[in-house]
């Protein structure tokens, strides 16, 4: 077997070590939100679990880097596939945030240290978010959040996505009694990800889309569709940006 098939085996067997990790975090938040896990059994799990996946994490990009790059992805079927899963504008919010993927200030996720967990734990969470898996994503959003300020910072993009997933929970169960108030929380997670870098187009997006697609909100919405006009997004989706822009255009007459 050739070196680049070795290592292709290798990283499959990596990246279906990471799918494991996922189920088994999906499972564990189950497991402790029936009470059949204790809060200390649960916080160790979940610890381990997430130092385990730092360790694959990095093994994945390490083995991807000495092997040659992959072609551009095909926005067009990643447009596809969302749409496929949740229409309107709620799938323009999953093709932005694959478009403007995973973030940190400029910084690579090749070369992690010890000190970025918080980093894996995102990754996770996006990975999660992916699969529709909005309850485990909004709970590793909030797990980087907390990581994060026990470091005295705060995260931009885990509040935005934290922000995001707890919208499309309220949109995904629009029975539960607390949706009102949940929605209230996530307009305000995304809201201080917006204070917090004026510049960061994401959740100026999500706002919009909440604000419209959600509340029914036109003129609270324009706002920050405007920004996130304002924020040049890539090539790829600027036209539904606009297009959704001007549905809420159209909506105010």
Known sequence: MSTSGAQLDRLAELEEERRYLLRSLTDLEKEHAAGDVDDLDYQTLKDGYTVRAATVLREIEEGRGELPQR?????SRIIA???AVLVGSVAVGFVLAGAWGERSSGQQMTGLTPGDESRIVLTNARDAMGQGDFQLANSLFGRAIEMERDRGRDNAEALAYFGWTLALLTRQNPDQPNNADRLDAARLALGQ???LEP??????CFLAIVEFQFRGDAAAALPHIEKCEASNPPAEVASLVSSFADQIRAALG
């Open 199 to 204: 510049d960061y187009a994401d959740p100026q």
């Open 193 to 195: 990800a917006a204070e």
């Open 81 to 83: 596939v969302t749409a």
């Open 71 to 75: 072609p551009p992805r095909r926005w």
